[in-house]
């Protein structure tokens, strides 16, 4: 089977951890770069959580820190979410290896010129990297097969009563990535939040018994944690949809929609506009994950963490 090359791009936070270690575990995808964004913490945090997810698992590949703040916002961070650190819970290895000479926007033209072909962008963070790269390099694009994103929703957010996180903490960004004409599959909240990881799934996780599971069944307990004050009865795994959407496809239901980017007002800055109806009678840009199957999904990762059980990739 021919293998997906991907560029990994995130914020990590605990649910970009559980997609990375979904995507490392995969025989479909071959990660070429994993670049980090600021979002869920400040970029010299989220760039320290990569290096230290990435040796727990055993991914090297070239690393690159991202930008330092969004196009044109200032930044928003998630510490009542992530924690402190971005990935407050469980003790991780210290980083065996570092960042590349090069900042995330050029590792990422450098994979995308030097591969023989098109590569997929998974973004599990706000869009400032891969929009800044559009910019840079509108050449590139068309060697850019594809990006499976998590970010927005169609119905609703989670930051603002409009718009989800990763979008809102930079819109003008999204807003380009939107606009790119490149093929995008959102995996926003419609979809992510029926993507749940229940307390008795953790324990499921936890019996594998690898270092791995371990570790993300405590990253789940202490994402879960937080949920429940929100009324949650389990964790929501939003990152791991989108990397999930390229290995089984099948799982997912969606629905071809033209979707715009708010990025001005006081309610809806953010918010991700879906036309559902087709009365702007445009081409859909989006491919919009409205459903997945649950089980199939808590298999999927419970089948990719058992693989860390087995001789490290």
């Known amino acids: 089977m021919k293998r997906i090359p991907i560029i990994l791009d995130g914020d990590p936070g605990h649910d970009d951890a559980i997609a990375w270690v ?23 945090k989220t760039t320290y959580n990569a290096l230290r997810i990435c040796t727990l698992i055993n991914l090297h590949v070239p690393t690159a820190k991202g930008r330092v703040r969004p196009l044109i916002a200032e930044p928003i961070i998630a510490p009542t979410v992530h924690g402190e650190s971005g990935l ?11 960042v590349v000479d090069m900042d995330a926007v050029t590792l990422m033209a450098k994979i995308i010129q030097e591969s023989d072909e098109p590569i997929t962008i998974v973004p599990t963070g706000p869009l400032t990297n891969v929009a800044a790269l559009l910019l840079a390099h509108p050449e590139l694009k068309e060697n850019i097969k594809q990006i499976s994103l ?10 603002t009563p409009a718009a989800e996180f990763n979008i809102l903490v930079d819109p003008e960004a999204a807003d380009v990535v939107f606009k790119s004409g490149i093929p995008i599959i959102m995996a926003g909240l419609d979809v992510t939040e029926k993507a749940m990881i229940f307390p008795e799934d953790f324990e499921r996780i936890r ?20 949920h429940r004050t929100l009324g949650y009865e389990g964790a929501p795994v939003h990152d791991a ?10 799982i997912m239901e969606s629905k071809d929609l033209y979707v715009e980017v708010e990025t001005t007002g006081d309610f809806c800055k953010g918010a991700t506009v879906a036309d559902f109806d087709h009365v702007l009678d445009v081409v859909p840009n989006a491919k919009v994950l409205m459903g997945i199957d649950r089980q199939a999904f808590v298999d999927l990762l419970v089948e990719a963490i058992s693989v860390y059980g087995e001789v490290a990739k």
């Open 88 to 98: 407050d819970g469980p003790e991780l290895p210290e980083p065996d290896f570092d």
């Open 207 to 226: 019996a594998l018994g690898n270092h791995v599971a371990i570790i993300v069944a405590e990253w789940l307990e202490f994402f879960y944690q937080f």
């Open 241 to 250: 949809v989108a990397v999930a959407a390229l290995i089984k496809p099948g």
């Open 150 to 159: 998590m970010g927005g929703g169609v119905q609703y957010g989670n930051w």
């Open 22 to 44: 979904l995507a490392n575990a995969s025989p479909v995808l071959d990660i070429r770069a994993v670049t980090s964004c600021c979002g869920n913490q400040t970029i010299e």
